[in-house]
């Protein structure tokens, strides 16, 4: 009854029989999430945080085994730092900041991730998704401790759903025989081929690439690969049509080939087979275990609609994305980090249920723009045409010797944050002279402060942040209330703070949401204008 | 309103079209193809303007659209 799909590289949630299973009726708990992957363990934990009650239904037992994610952005580690566990995660991870883009045996390109500082994380950290997952649920356990309300429920496999106007009910299966449960709101984090997605019959829209690319995960002790990026076009040791090197933790390296569209899978993930394509790239005298492989081919899509009445999808099961850029695990984590807030808001009756609806403004916006990269990145490295590949290989020419040519090379266009732009709970942009980057909309740029960093200090509620103004401690507006950070631009010595926030305005005062977002922002406080924002971030006009 | 210049600039138009054909002289229609795509990425970036650049796009791909 229970056939695994794939071994488990942590058995961290055995199946143990919950009270609910013997309740003569089904037991309604406000939310249920369904998937206990990066994205679902990330869910339970914003909400949990919170004090709202959650429930997660895994098929499995815990986590599965395969690197798979393995670049894990700094918008992703911000996140995790206002969950708790961004600690461990920097700690495992492998920093990086350089990549190196060659042809045959040519550099032709690099470039630095992170030339700026002032951040507590770096642009990325290479981590196998097994450890990223593995510290979400350890913090998980450590919320519980602490009297979170979070379950994690092991070999629960949900057969059916039955949405309603209020409330969803789900038929699960476990070992002992099917039960019941109802949920106020079911967060469908399922992955990309979201079982549920499917029982709605539900659109998933977008472009197939016609490539397949051969993951190798091997073990290397004595390589001589510094922690960078590289990527080749046009290999001179003829293992794909492009190969990506990439270092992540306990001396693995991932080796990804373009290996074409038409290939035999069965026989190319024979370990000779896989060895032969090493071997040619790395040298004969290289010595390496084969960890994991796997081949992958993909598409670029996404849901019309994240939310469907009581029903509402994040990450994969939402939208997917080529690899190339590592927007895949990282933009799902940005949904998490755009939903929590407003889930919890509307369960405890301080914002209206089309707040939500904003959810799906927003990520929709999000997984646009990521899909739109990524595109890009795939036609660029996979060209579809006799032309475009003249073109893609013109560009390559021109970028040995040509600066200019260098910023068209796209080997993928890594994540960073989605901004908002345009959309509807932002209130005005009124700091005359303030910097782009901290716009309404935008996701908050950290910067130091006394020892420590402002992001740290972001978060959770809104908060009003104050520079050189002046503020009330707190402003409630229609029972969300807003609390005051003050600072000063002498705060950072190092003027990072400045930059950022205030560019060549005196003073700034920014309405910032749960999510650290900038709702809204002004040169001096104005309570009618801080209250009307206030409004608008909560969807309330 | 339309920013490209669409006027003659050529001090000695002959001349360009001579130089533009002995470029391409003896090449074969890839290394040919390969020429026009690294001249036009060239011309493209001294361009630079994105406005201007679309506009040359439109009347190039209208001209292919014609035909």
């Not at chain 1, 429920?153 to 949900?158: A, E, I, K, L, Y």
């Not at chain 1, 040791?237 to 693995?252: E, N, R, V, Y």
């Not at chain 1, 919890?344 to 959810?359: F, H, K, M, N």
Request: overall charge negative; charged content about 25%; hydrophobic content about 40%.
């Amino acid at each position: 009854m229970f056939q695994d799909r794939y071994d488990l590289a942590f058995r961290l949630y055995p199946y143990a029989r919950a009270a609910d299973q013997d309740a003569p009726t089904p037991v309604r708990h406000p939310v249920v999430v369904v998937g206990g992957g990066p994205i679902g363990l990330a869910m339970a934990l914003d909400l949990g945080r919170q004090g709202v009650p959650v429930v997660v239904l895994d098929d499995h037992e815990g986590i599965g085994q395969g690197s798979r994610a393995i670049c894990f952005a700094k918008r992703t580690l911000e996140i995790a730092d206002r969950y708790g566990c961004g600690g461990p995660m920097r700690d495992k991870g492998v920093v990086w900041n350089l990549g190196k883009v060659f042809r045959d045996d040519r550099k032709v390109y690099e470039f630095n991730l992170l030339p700026e500082d002032g951040h507590r994380n770096p642009a990325f950290i290479n981590l196998q998704q097994p450890y990223f997952e593995k510290f979400l649920f350890e913090q998980i356990q450590a919320e519980q401790a602490a009297g979170a309300p979070i379950q994690v429920r092991g070999r629960n496999r949900v057969e059916a759903i039955t949405p309603a106007e209020d409330h969803v009910t789900l038929d699960i299966e476990t070992p002992d025989g099917p039960y019941r449960l109802q949920a106020d709101w079911l967060i469908a984090c399922d992955g990309a081929s979201s079982p549920l997605r499917s029982m709605m019959g539900l659109d998933f829209e977008g472009r197939v690439f016609k490539d397949s690319f051969l993951i190798a995960d091997i073990r290397m002790t004595d390589s001589t690969f510094p922690t960078e990026r590289w990527f080749w076009f046009e290999p001179w040791f003829k293992s794909g049509a492009s190969t990506l090197l990439h270092k992540q933790p306990d001396d693995i390296w991932r080796v990804d080939f373009q290996i074409g569209w038409d290939v035999d899978r069965a026989e190319e993930l024979k370990e000779t087979n896989i060895r032969a394509r090493l071997d040619a790239m790395l040298g004969p005298e290289v010595d390496y275990e084969l960890v994991w492989s796997s081949i992958y081919t993909f598409q670029c899509r996404r849901m019309r609609n994240f939310r469907h009445g009581r029903v509402i999808f994040a990450g994969d099961s939402a939208h997917q994305v080529s690899p190339f850029g590592a927007r895949g695990a990282n933009s799902g984590m940005q949904d998490v980090d755009n939903l929590g807030w407003k889930l919890g808001l509307v369960l405890s009756g301080q914002a209206p249920d089309r707040l939500l609806d904003s959810y799906n403004e927003e990520r929709t916006h999000g997984a646009d723009e990521n899909i739109r990269h990524s595109t890009r990145s795939t036609d660029f490295i996979t060209p579809k045409t006799r032309v475009s590949q003249i073109f893609r290989d013109a560009v390559l020419d021109l970028a040995e010797e040509y600066e200019f040519a260098r910023p068209i090379v796209n080997s993928g266009r890594l994540s960073v944050p989605c901004t908002y732009d345009g959309l509807s709970l932002n209130g005005p942009d009124a700091l005359p002279g303030g910097p782009s980057r901290s716009r309404p909309g935008s996701a908050c740029p950290d910067a130091p402060l006394g020892g420590g960093y402002l992001l740290d200090r972001l978060g959770g509620g809104f908060t009003l942040m104050t520079l050189d103004a002046e503020a009330p401690e707190a402003v409630t507006e229609d029972g969300v209330t807003a609390s005051r950070l003050a600072l000063s631009a002498a705060d950072d010595p190092t003027g990072a703070l400045a930059a950022r926030y205030l560019g060549t305005a005196a003073s700034g005062v920014y309405l910032v949401r749960p999510d650290q977002h900038v709702a809204a922002r002004w040169d001096r406080y104005d309570e009618t204008a801080v209250r009307a924002a206030l409004r608008t971030a909560c969807a309330k006009d | 309103m339309a920013r490209l210049d669409t006027s003659s600039h050529f001090e000695a138009p002959d001349e360009f079209y001579a130089g533009l054909i002995a470029a391409q002289d003896g090449l074969s229609d890839e290394a040919c193809l390969a020429f026009c795509a690294r001249l036009i990425l060239l011309l493209a970036n001294h361009v630079g303007d994105r406005e201007v650049l679309d506009e040359a796009l439109a009347i190039a791909r209208a001209g292919a659209d014609q035909n």
